[in-house]
């Protein structure tokens, strides 16, 4: 909760006098937002802000609450929960509890504070039931078993305010879906209730205004924000070491990142995956002569494990912390001052949101140093830096919220009492992610909580709710409301196993099917530490300390974020200029100046595709910076095309950049390869056939309740719920394929694995606008992600070795002719 040191009295008179005192004994002042925040409290509007980091932004949402609560004490009314405090990270919530406590003791105040999420012990949580505290600090899915109790109109009809930290994180997202539908049921049970969301980054605030409305449109939010902060100084490193032509994991720079860890007080490492975090801190440890304290936190670590490491960077007792997403967001610790991003940020407000990690401090400048993993990765860091500094940010397009949420949210309903199924519509479609929701799908996703829909409603066990005579829908049995608080939430991760050591100490949990190519006496990474697999015992890797081998890093589902449109403009814009070239590294010129003598860059709009031999095959490299998950897409349906075409394709890899598909004949109409109507019919057969949405359908059936990953009394296996997935997936396929759960399968694809949109936003804009070069061997451009092919079978830091080794084959052949080294070359700008 920073606040720059301002000793100004202009603004105190605005406060309470005890508020004032406090403020006055720290040398502050409050800031222009912080009071604007008070007069839209006293007004009773909701209130959106947007704030940087170390404005004194949590202190601003929470400032209303606290004046309102020092105001009533004595009285009766101050009895039961006032403000409840949204985060979307446990750690965020036990983080702001602690320094909301320092306040309300240095001022006097009896204002009972807790946390509350899946960490929380039971005893605790009933209590919290029971006796709620004045302000309660939780997470979406603790609010929504909160909801689903009977009690929580007694809970929550005292309620005054909702504070919803990180905004940007939650909005358009299934966890801010859920988020929207408790929001619509806390408005239903205390109508007053104000709410005031809170962000830092914000690439569209208009639609922000309208999330957090009770109306679902911007009318009726106030919109406040806060000054800009002083600049950030942000640096890219420019490796002294050979930079890598592809790779992911910069083992090359760790010992430069390392050398300024020694240099700062305090270090947040950040990477993008957790196999990643793993390999990072290794490799500092490796290096760590001077016996640094550095610590690794990353989601699959024990929670023991990452509340010790909280702490203690709370405390100024580490010099560096290896983190992934999870540190993200609003940990307050102002002693950060520098943060390292290692790896490619992927998006502007990404960066922006963890560059404001370091210093904490409104008028001090944020330091971070970017670590790009390889070549393409330097342009794509240096479009994201481009971006910081013009304040421009990017961000995905609002969705309709998700039906498969819509249905956990039905259910979650119907467990804390019956309900009105007319009068829940009305409710629904006041959050904005359903405001356009039709009472159709509603219905539909009504009947599918009732009875499982048409192809299963002769199955009771999918018929959850009933009809009374009253017309009100019931929980059929209290086995269903079991079911719903063990399974609530959206977060469906692949599935996982605890990995226990032999003295019984849990270090945290690592995916099944990384664990199930792992033979007795294999050694891989985890929590730090060189362990051997020892066997598995009741869906538990048992383990010991390894002894040396070659070991593996768990890889895990989803850990890579696609790269936004954005900055995909933005490196595109590099590319294509020369003139934006003279302050590359050399080594990226180079790569450049050789592309360009070799073939032709890539333009700002349209697409180059290179086509040459190389063995016995043909490849095709289109180079669209469309993010991987687009490029995912237009392989399946290019190679399909191809294969109509007769040129037996034999496969594809994509990265962020680029997509090279390979096959025995070369590719010659490109213009009908790459026409916009492979959207229509070959993107529904591939569809219908693709594993992708079977496990899209595994995760929706989960959210929606129709699987249980978790039922009383044990715990199944991932291998299980793929199963009952796959059987009921093919059930629905074949019996009811307007099925509610199909319907949601089919636009999660849509937008997110798929990224059919941004696909086909591509396939207009190339139009008539594609430059085929024909080459006689590789060119530079394509030799990253020609080293891609096969690397998914490699883990560990070995990977980026291997690679480098395959490079020097390909490099060769792109440079032939040519005076090369690693170095600088000859060529004129």
Same mark, same amino acid.
């Given at each position: 909760m920073s606040q720059p040191a301002l000793l100004s009295d202009s603004n105190l008179s605005a406060l309470p006098p005890r508020f004032a005192a406090w403020f006055r004994a720290r040398g502050w002042q409050p800031h222009p937002h912080q009071l604007q925040m008070l007069r839209a409290a006293d007004a009773g509007e909701s209130a959106l802000l947007i704030a940087p980091t170390g404005g004194g932004k949590t202190l601003a949402g929470f400032l209303?609450?606290?004046?309102?609560?020092? *105001?009533?004490?004595?009285?009766? /009314?101050?009895?039961?929960?006032?403000?409840?405090?949204?985060?979307?990270?446990?750690? =965020?919530a036990v983080d702001i509890h602690r320094n909301l406590t320092q306040p309300i003791e240095e001022m006097g105040l009896a204002i009972p504070c807790e946390t509350r999420t899946g960490d929380t012990p039971q005893s605790k949580r009933q209590r919290q039931r029971r006796k709620p505290p004045a302000i309660l600090m939780t997470t979406p899915e603790s609010l929504a078993l909160l909801l689903s109790y009977y009690d929580a109109p007694e809970v929550f009809a005292g309620l005054k305010c909702v504070i919803i930290d990180e905004l940007h994180a939650l909005a358009g997202t299934k966890r801010g879906d859920l988020l929207s539908l408790g929001l619509t049921r806390l408005q239903s049970l205390s109508p007053?209730?104000?709410?005031?969301?809170?962000?830092?980054?914000?690439?569209?605030?208009?639609?922000?205004?309208?999330?957090?409305?009770?109306? *679902?449109?911007?009318?009726?939010? /106030?919109?406040?924000?806060?000054?800009?902060?002083?600049?950030?100084?942000?640096?890219? =490193?420019?490796?002294?070491?050979?930079?890598?032509?592809?790779?992911?994991?910069?083992v090359h720079a760790i010992a430069e990142v390392y050398q300024r860890i020694r240099t700062a007080e305090t270090t947040l490492v950040f990477v993008n995956t957790r196999a990643q975090a793993e390999l990072v801190f290794q490799e500092l440890w490796r290096l760590n002569d001077d016996g640094l304290a550095i610590a690794l936190h990353h989601g699959s670590l024990a929670v023991e494990q990452r509340r010790k490491v909280e702490a203690a960077m709370a405390a100024g007792k580490l010099r560096a912390v290896v983190a992934t997403s999870s540190l993200d967001l609003g940990i307050d610790w102002a002693a950060v001052d520098l943060v390292v991003q290692v790896g490619a940020p992927k998006g502007s407000a990404r960066l922006l949101q963890r560059i404001g990690r370091a210093n904490h401090q409104l008028d001090q400048p944020s330091r971070a140093l970017l670590v790009p993993a390889n070549r393409f990765e330097v342009l794509e860091c240096r479009a994201a830096l481009e971006a910081v500094a013009?304040?421009?940010?990017?961000?995905?397009?609002?969705?309709?919220?998700?039906?498969?949420?819509?249905?956990?949210?039905?259910?979650?309903?119907?467990?804390?009492?019956?309900?009105?199924?007319?009068?829940?519509?009305?409710?629904?479609?006041?959050?904005?992610?359903?405001?356009?929701?039709?009472?159709q799908d509603f219905d539909k996703a009504l009947d599918f909580v009732s009875t499982g829909g048409y192809a299963l409603k002769s199955y009771e066990r999918y018929r959850r709710l009933g009809l009374d005579p009253q017309g009100f829908y019931r929980v059929a049995h209290i086995s269903h409301v079991k079911r719903y608080r063990m399974n609530v939430?959206?977060?469906?991760?692949a599935p996982v196993l605890k990995i226990?050591?032999?003295?019984?100490?849990?270090?945290g949990e690592v995916e099944e099917y990384f664990v199930n190519g792992l033979l007795p006496g294999d050694s891989f990474i985890f929590a730090g530490q060189l362990l051997c697999f020892e066997g598995m015992r009741d869906n538990t890797v048992l383990v010991s300390r390894g002894k040396g081998g070659d070991p593996k890093v768990p890889a895990y589902a989803g850990g890579r974020l696609p790269l936004s449109t954005h900055l995909a403009e933005r490196v595109r814009g590099i590319l294509s200029n020369p003139a934006q070239w003279q302050d590359l590294p050399p080594a990226v010129a180079e790569w450049l100046r050789i592309q360009r003598w070799r073939s032709v860059l890539p333009d700002a709009s349209g697409l180059l595709v290179e086509t040459f031999p190389r063995g016995e095959k043909e490849f095709l490299v289109a180079y669209s910076f469309e993010g991987r998950n687009a490029h995912q897409t237009l392989g399946m349906l290019l190679t399909r095309r191809m294969e109509r075409a007769g040129l037996a394709p034999l496969g594809f890899v994509a990265t962020d950049y680029v997509i090279a598909v390979w096959s025995l004949k070369p590719a010659g109409d490109l213009a009908a390869l790459f026409d916009e109507d492979m959207l229509g019919d070959d993107l529904e057969e591939w569809m219908a056939e693709s594993s992708m949405l079977r496990r899209t359908f595994r995760k929706v059936a989960v959210i929606a309740g129709l699987i249980e990953a978790r039922s009383p009394g044990q715990e199944k296996s991932g291998r299980q719920v793929t199963f009952n997935a796959d059987l009921i997936y093919d059930v629905l396929r074949k019996h009811e394929p307007d099925h509610i759960l199909l319907q949601a399968t089919r636009a999660d694809a849509a937008g997110g694995l798929t990224d059919i949109g941004r696909l086909a936003e591509m396939l207009k804009r190339i139009q008539g606008r594609i430059e085929h070069r024909r080459l006689e061997k590789i060119s530079p451009l394509a030799v990253p992600v020609l080293l891609e092919i096969g690397k998914e079978q490699v883990y560990g830091s070995g990977l980026d070795e291997l690679l480098d080794e395959g490079a020097q084959a390909l490099i060769e052949e792109a440079t032939a002719g040519m005076e090369i080294g690693r170095g600088q070359s000859e060529l004129p700008l």
């Open positions: 209303p609450s606290l004046v309102d609560l020092a *105001a009533r004490q004595g009285e009766s /009314r101050t009895e039961g929960l006032h403000t409840l405090y949204i985060s979307p990270l446990k750690a =965020l007053g209730c104000r709410r005031v969301g809170l962000s830092a980054t914000v690439h569209d605030p208009d639609w922000l205004a309208a999330w957090i409305s009770p109306t *679902a449109g911007p009318a009726g939010v /106030r919109r406040i924000i806060g000054r800009d902060g002083a600049e950030a100084e942000v640096e890219i =490193l420019t490796t002294k070491e050979y930079l890598p032509w592809s790779g992911h994991m910069a013009a304040r421009s940010l990017d961000g995905d397009p609002p969705r309709p919220g998700g039906l498969d949420v819509l249905s956990q949210h039905i259910l979650g309903t119907a467990c804390a009492g019956p309900f009105a199924a007319d009068r829940l519509y009305q409710e629904i479609i006041t959050a904005y992610p359903y405001k356009s929701l039709t009472r939430g959206t977060i469906v991760e226990r050591m032999r003295n019984g100490r849990v270090l």
